[in-house]
Every structure is written in structure tokens, then in C-alpha cells.
């Protein structure tokens, strides 16, 4: 099976940066997408940003400018450099990723088990 495990989260103030870390273990032949989402109190979960293997990368209108994504696909590893960080950003924020078991096979969507991001003074 297939494991995300995240790293990084934190109370922070607003203007404040925090970097977050997700490592995916486990039985991967091949991963087309890492990325982020988030989940705020009372709200549905929804896409941050993530990176398509192949060079893309995707960013929430809400984030662009102050969030980067980084991956480092031969280490299944991506990151998400969130700066200048307001109290709406406050989630819980998850990793997520598409992942093939085998050569060939059809990629399935794995999740981590959530970070939280506070943003307040």
C-alpha cells in the first residue's frame, strides 16, 4: 500500500511563512500528480496547488503569489512554501497524490492524514 505522511504545520502570524512537507511511502511504480489541498472549518476541501509530473503546476486563485510548489518526484517527495499567510488560510491542509502501483496501471488517488495551519495573532 501506499502511504502520505505531512510535515510542517504550525500556528503562525499573519505575514508569517511556514513550509509544508509530504513524503509518499510504500508499493509506487510511478506518480503523475502531488499536491495540496485544504479543509477549513465548515467548508469543503479544496485544491491548493499541485504539480503534474511532466511540468505543470496548478495554484487556487486564492494563493497565487504568496504559495510555491516544489516536488522532488525520484524522492516522492513535494513541498508547499506558503508565504505571506493570512488568517484565511487557516486549514487543515492535506497531501495528495496519484500514484500507479505498476507499469501501466491506472494511477490511484492517496491522501495524508492532514496537517494543521493556524494563521492568527
Given at each position: 500500500?501506499?502511504?502520505?505522511?505531512?510535515?510542517?504545520?504550525?500556528?503562525?502570524?499573519?505575514?508569517?511563512?511556514?513550509?509544508?512537507?509530504?513524503?509518499?511511502?510504500?508499493?509506487?511504480?510511478?506518480?503523475?500528480?502531488?499536491?495540496?489541498?485544504?479543509?477549513?472549518?465548515?467548508?469543503?476541501?479544496?485544491?491548493?496547488?499541485?504539480?503534474?509530473?511532466?511540468?505543470s503546476t496548478n495554484f487556487a486563485d486564492s494563493v497565487k503569489g504568496r504559495f510555491s510548489i516544489s516536488a522532488d518526484i525520484a524522492k516522492n517527495t513535494v513541498s508547499l512554501q506558503m508565504n505571506?499567510?493570512?488568517?484565511?488560510?487557516?486549514a487543515v491542509y492535506?497531501?495528495?497524490a496519484e500514484i500507479a502501483l505498476v507499469r501501466a496501471g491506472v494511477p490511484f488517488e492517496y491522501w495524508g492524514r492532514g496537517t494543521q495551519v493556524t494563521v492568527s495573532s
Amino acid at each position: 500500500q501506499v502511504q502520505l505522511v505531512e510535515s510542517g504545520g504550525g500556528l503562525v502570524q499573519p505575514g508569517g511563512s511556514l513550509r509544508l512537507s509530504c513524503v509518499a511511502s510504500g508499493s509506487i511504480y510511478s506518480i503523475h500528480v502531488m499536491g495540496w489541498y485544504r479543509q477549513a472549518p465548515e467548508k469543503q476541501r479544496e485544491l491548493v496547488a499541485n504539480f503534474i509530473v511532466g511540468g505543470s503546476t496548478n495554484f487556487a486563485d486564492s494563493v497565487k503569489g504568496r504559495f510555491s510548489i516544489s516536488a522532488d518526484i525520484a524522492k516522492n517527495t513535494v513541498s508547499l512554501q506558503m508565504n505571506s499567510l493570512r488568517p484565511e488560510d487557516t486549514a487543515v491542509y492535506y497531501c495528495n497524490a496519484e500514484i500507479a502501483l505498476v507499469r501501466a496501471g491506472v494511477p490511484f488517488e492517496y491522501w495524508g492524514r492532514g496537517t494543521q495551519v493556524t494563521v492568527s495573532s
